[in-house]
Antibody, heavy 120, light 110 residues
Framework: QVTLRESGPALVKPTQTLTLTCTFSGFSLSTSGMCVSWIRQPPGKALEWLALIDWDDDKYYSASLKTRLTISKDTSKNQVVLKMTNMDPADTATYYC????????????WGQGTLVTVSS | NFMLTQPHSVSESPGKTVTISCTRSSGSIANNYVQWYQQRPGSAPTTVIY?????PSGVPDRFSGSIDSSSNSASLTISGLKTEDEADYYC?????????FGGGTKLTVL
């Protein structure tokens, strides 16, 4: 049974760095073809892809946010961490982590999401 | 980078058929697979179509997907509409290490 769960602060101040952790089970990120991605959704708005890390530790970032994002993994802990620097109120959103399987080209399992509010 | 454009909203009556479009702004729609996700309020998205027209197990065959190279677009068709189909639907595709979601379509079943 595949599960993912996001954790991190619910509130951050402008200019601070956000650190989110995705803890997953039911698969291994060392298995070929397995990836974990971060996707966000501002309140009432569309989904926005942020970053993805694959089994080979290759990392991919949204072009518009690349300079602010860092994704990493700890395979032994079944965790993927996303860091986003210089947070702004416009970054207020629900942040999801999701599994991506290359063979199926889909984000097939998602966490429940965590709402991050950026406010002073 | 490319964009995927969806209608903001569609509505139809129960039992009818509705089609939601997803138009790719640049690059061929046929070059990269299209996925469709359903999102109900307060919940994470779930896949209804992957690889253009494949249904995950558990998704009823009332849901179907297709692509049209002439219009450079993908479509999600839901037949025999049920009130439980009321949700937001997002298309998603990929190109050059960049995953892109459409703006989402709110389906109202009234």
């Amino acid at each position: 049974q595949v599960t993912l769960r996001e954790s991190g602060p619910a509130l951050v101040k402008p200019t601070q760095t956000l650190t989110l952790t995705c803890t997953f089970s039911g698969f291994s990120l060392s298995t070929s073809g397995m990836c974990v991605s971060w996707i966000r959704q501002p309140p009432g708005k569309a989904l926005e892809w942020l970053a993805l890390i694959d089994w080979d530790d290759d990392k991919y970032y949204s072009a518009s946010l690349k300079t602010r994002l860092t994704i990493s993994k700890d395979t032994s802990k079944n965790q993927v961490v996303l860091k986003m620097t210089n947070m702004d109120p416009a970054d207020t959103a629900t942040y999801y982590c999701a599994r991506f399987v290359v063979a199926f080209r889909e984000f097939d399992f998602w966490g429940q999401g965590t709402l991050v509010t950026v406010s002073s | 980078n490319f964009m995927l454009t969806q209608p903001h909203s569609v509505s139809e009556s129960p039992g009818k058929t509705v089609t939601i479009s997803c138009t790719r702004s640049s690059g061929s729609i046929a070059n990269n697979y299209v996925q469709w996700y359903q999102q109900r309020p307060g919940s994470a998205p779930t896949t209804v179509i992957y690889i253009n027209n494949q249904r995950p197990s558990g998704v009823p065959d009332r849901f179907s997907g297709s692509i049209d190279s002439s219009s450079n677009s993908a479509s999600l068709t839901i037949s025999g509409l049920k009130t439980e189909d009321e949700a937001d639907y997002y298309c998603q595709s990929y190109d050059s290490s960049n995953w892109v979601f459409g703006g989402g379509t709110k389906l109202t079943v009234l």
